[in-house]
T-cell receptor
């Protein structure tokens, strides 16, 4: 996307290990940071999001952290399971403006 | 099921033709977004409508157009189709016009031969 860079593009982890995906955005006006999971052949699904007034948010095995100063946010998945294998997309939309997604990270969890 | 519906699920057509993709947002959602996803590619933002009016425009080709009707359903029109337009087209809806949670439909897979 034009406003956000996502790394890595591919990630393989052993089942039970943690996975971290990072996104960097350019416009400090961004105030909402969602993460979407897309399984093969299916629709993207919102899995977690964070707003700029919060530094961290957790939901069971997934968490998102935000560093506004450095303009980056990360998705953390702990105790990974094979069903976590999917493509993950971040976004850093500008309020009332284009909604650009990152280029995606293909996560493979090896049983 | 996200509550967003898209029709048709699959569409096969020839180069030079015109097609219309339809999206119905979740009940109560006023914004509709359209995205294009080519094979092994990311989600390319095309256009957003809010309560019937165009809100934001992305990398949408001039051959493509969209609109949102009074009942809030939206249509994406693709004309003079080229082989490169073959892709999965998603629509998503959200409550408001700002940076709100988006819920995606199942997509329409367009194949141009």
């Amino acid at each position: 996307g034009e406003n956000v860079e996502q790394h890595p593009s591919t990630l393989s982890v052993q089942e039970g290990d943690s996975a971290v995906i990072k996104c960097t955005y350019s416009d400090s006006a961004s105030n909402y940071f969602p993460w979407y999971k897309q399984e093969l052949g299916k629709r993207p699904q919102l899995i977690i999001d964070i707003r700029s007034n919060v530094g961290e948010k957790k939901d069971q095995r997934i968490a998102v952290t935000l560093n506004k100063t450095a303009k980056h946010f990360s998705l953390h998945i702990t105790e990974t399971q094979p069903e976590d294998s999917a493509v993950y997309f971040c976004a850093a939309p500008l309020p009332g403006n284009q909604f650009y997604f990152g280029t995606g990270t293909s996560l493979t969890v090896i049983p | 099921d996200s509550g967003v519906t898209q029709t048709p699920k699959h569409l096969i057509t020839a180069t030079g033709q015109r097609v219309t993709l339809r999206c119905s947002p979740r009940s109560g959602d006023l914004s509709v977004y359209w995205y294009q996803q080519s094979l092994d590619q990311g989600l390319q933002f095309l256009i957003q409508y809010y309560n019937g009016e165009e809100r934001a425009k992305g990398n949408i080709l001039e051959r493509f157009s969209a609109q949102q009707f009074p009942d809030l359903h939206s249509e994406l029109n693709l004309s003079s189709l080229e082989l490169g337009d073959s892709a999965l087209y998603f629509c998503a809806s959200s409550v408001g016009r700002g940076s709100y949670e988006q819920y995606f439909g199942p997509g329409t897979r367009l194949t141009v031969t």
